[in-house]
Structures are given as C-alpha cells and as structure tokens.
C-alpha cells in the first residue's frame, strides 16, 4: 500500500487563545444632587500679631464637637502659647519646608485620628527656608516642575482627609502705581495670603483676619467664602467655638477614619529631596 504524499507546505500553527476583554469602565450615571460635604478646609491669613493661631485653635475646639484635635507648629513653639485655654496635641515642624515635609508631618497627625488639623503657619511651605522658592532658586521656569509637583500631592491628600482642616496664612500688602491728578501715588490693593496658589485655591474657605481677629468680609480673590457659609461667620466680633461647631453642623455627618482614600494617608518621606 503507498505512503500518503507528505502535504506541500504544514498545516499553520493554531491561532492563541485570544485574552478576554477588560471590563469597560463605568459609564457616567447621574442622580439628584445632595450636599454632602463632610469636612472643610479653612485658611486664615493676617499679619503678624493678627490673631492667626487663636483664631485657628478657637474655632478648631468648635468645629471638632469634642473630637481630638491635632496642631502642627512651624513657628518654633509658638502653638504652645495657648494651651491652657484649648486642648489639643501639638508637635512641631522645622525646617527644611518642602511640601513633601508638610506631607509627612500630616501623615504624622493623621495616626491621632483628629477631628481637626491645625497647620500653624502654611506660609513657610512656599517663601520659608527650603520650602517652594528656595527649591526653584536659579532654575528659571522650569525650576518650578519639581515643587510644584510636591504640592500638588500636599493639595490632594488634604482634599482626602476625613477630617477639617485649618491653616494659617501671614499676608503681605499689594502695592502698586498709580496716576492720581497728574502725579503718580502708591495705592494699596489690600493684603493677599503668602502660600503658593494651588494650595490656597484648595481651601474651601479663605478669610482675612482684621484688627483684633475679626474676619473681614471678601471682596475679591483670592478670599473667599461660598455662599450657605457665609450667614454661619461673624464679621462683628473674632471667630469662636460657636462659630466652629456651627460650621461643623453644617457638614454632613459620615467622615471616618476607617474610609480613608490610599492619597490621604501617604507614608512618611525622608528622601534627600525634602
């Protein structure tokens, strides 16, 4: 009997299995919109001497509702001035300021499981030793692509906490020339916040502390206060407890420590460039 003829050429290989499709993400749904704001992020910012760390603890003692509350002191032992008119835990921040810092000693705080935060003073995180200018130094515009990226992850892990957060702000008067009948005069365009922009236009509410610490109702950015909020602030008399917890009450109920998002909770940094 004859051998079958070899075929002319071999039967192609078989094909791989083809690997199953990712999941589509979900699509966008809608529902009826609900307020469900469960913290705030407050800035103050005043001159020096304007109140800026009473201020900030006597409105935290509201806004905690009994609640722990945690300080972070960049001034040296300043925060400590007041300890025996509020309770809280306080621990210090020197320097290098790097934005990375700043991270690390929140994720410090965070361990406490706080109510409220309080960062005494945020200014130094942008003009203070080794904080964003100090790190740009020479490097032109492009010097500005690593901090600005350190800040960026600051901004986002206080917009992930479960807890209020306070920060305080020094201000510095904007000047300017100006040709008033005939002859040019410095007018002043009132104090703006030292901090870098970014992290100012995260915070949910910004006010500029006057004389005595009362709050000074805003006219123009980058102060701030949205409407709902601004019947529950005093512009007749310093911020309070009161105002703290009815701030506080007007937060929707829900924030937990056990529902924390990974970017809220960052470990601590130690690299060289911090």
């Known amino acids: 009997m004859a051998e079958p003829i070899p075929p002319r050429f071999p039967a192609a290989p078989a094909a791989p299995a083809k690997p199953a499709a990712p999941a589509r993400p979900a699509g966008t749904t809608f529902s009826r919109a609900k307020r469900s704001i469960k913290s705030l992020l407050i800035g103050l910012g005043a001159d020096l001497g304007g109140g800026k760390t009473y201020s900030a603890l006597a409105l935290a003692s509201g806004l905690a509702r009994g609640g722990p509350i945690a300080m972070i002191d960049t001034e040296n032992g300043r925060g400590l001035m007041y300890a025996d008119r509020f309770v809280y835990e306080h621990g210090t921040l020197a320097a290098p300021f790097s934005p990375h810092r700043y991270r690390a000693a929140i994720h410090e705080a965070t361990k406490l499981r706080p109510a409220v935060i309080v960062v005494d003073n945020a200014t130094f995180e942008h003009t203070g030793t080794g904080g964003m200018l100090d790190m740009v130094g020479d490097g032109g515009f492009g010097g500005w692509k ?100 009815a701030l506080a009450n007007w937060c929707e109920d829900g924030a937990s420590w056990d529902a924390v998002s990974p970017g809220a909770n960052p470990a601590p940094i130690t690299t060289t460039e911090d």
Request: aromatic letters at 4%.
């Open 146 to 245: 690593a901090p600005k990226a350190m800040n960026h992850d600051l901004c986002t892990q206080l917009q992930a906490l479960p807890c209020h957060v306070i920060l305080t702000f020094r201000v510095k008067e904007k000047l300017r020339p100006e040709k008033v009948a005939n002859k040019w005069e410095v007018v002043s365009d009132g104090y703006l916040p030292q901090g870098d922009t970014d992290l100012l236009g995260t915070m949910t509410v910004l006010l500029e502390l006057g004389d005595g610490g009362v709050p000074i109702a805003p006219k123009k950015r980058p102060w701030k206060l949205p409407a709902g909020l601004d019947s529950l602030v005093p512009f007749d008399r310093p911020l309070d407890a009161e105002t703290g917890l």
